[in-house]
């Protein structure tokens, strides 16, 4: 079965500074991987996605993540934190040719002045 | 041009009442999908459709019932509503089959049930 653990609900950081969630899959088989964001009062928006093209994937925005296999992690960084960067940050799995997603229970990122 | 579209975007509504939720995508996927974000953000999948056929059915009430008339709409009807049912509901397509295909969110009906 597949699931997505993402570790801290809650992360702060201040403008300017490293943003790092981090998103764990258990699969039995390599997934394919996608990081989703939600502004307030709004759907959700895929940031960037994992096809097994390359390891280090780039996204909108500036965010990038780095598919580890040996780790079964996929974390999502940014080098600087801007104030819009504040959201709801939701890692998400799927398996070839299934039509479920399985999402992550979300990170919310607050970035402080 | 919106991708995935929802109406209505509010629903205010008494308990013991039957309201619907529509969604249409104008992106020509074959797969849609309901989901419920309750108060905490958890995203919760509840139905999906491919062509017009119910493939994911995830234990969610038979008060629930999705319909899916042609595979660009897939509409949520949800009779004698409880408090529980307050959340917001996001409609989603994605194509199925192809190695990276991910699902596109409309921008969601936050329902509130008094």
């Known amino acids: 079965a597949q699931s997505v653990t993402q570790l801290g609900s809650h992360v702060s950081v201040s403008e300017g500074a490293l943003v790092l969630l981090r998103c764990n899959y258990s699969s039995s088989v390599p997934p394919y991987l996608f990081w989703y964001v939600q502004y307030p009062n709004q759907g959700l928006q895929l940031l960037l996605k994992y096809t097994s093209a390359a390891t280090l994937v780039k996204g909108i925005n500036g965010f990038e993540a780095e598919f580890k296999k040996s780790e079964t992690s996929f974390h999502l960084t940014k080098p600087s934190a801007h104030m819009s960067d504040a959201a709801e940050y939701f890692c998400?799995?799927?398996?070839?040719?299934?039509?479920?997603?399985?999402f992550g229970s979300g990170t919310k990122l607050n970035v402080k002045p | 041009d919106t991708a995935v579209s929802q109406t209505p975007k509010y629903l205010v509504t008494q308990m013991g009442n039957d309201k619907s939720i529509k969604c249409e995508q104008n992106l020509g996927h074959d797969t849609m999908y309901w989901y419920k974000q309750d108060s905490k953000k958890f995203l919760k999948i509840m139905f999906s459709?491919?062509?017009?056929?119910?493939?994911i059915n995830e234990t969610v009430p038979n008060r629930f019932s999705p319909k899916s008339p042609d595979k660009a709409h897939l509409n949520l009807h949800i009779n004698s509503l409880e408090l529980g049912d307050s959340a917001v509901y996001f409609c989603?397509?994605?194509?199925?089959?192809?190695?990276?295909?991910?699902?596109?969110f409309g921008p969601g009906t936050r329902l509130t049930v008094l």
């Open positions: 459709y491919n062509n017009k056929e119910l493939i």
């Open positions: 989603a397509s994605s194509q199925a089959g192809g190695p990276n295909n991910e699902q596109f």
């Open positions: 998400a799995v799927r398996r070839y040719n299934f039509n479920k997603f399985y």
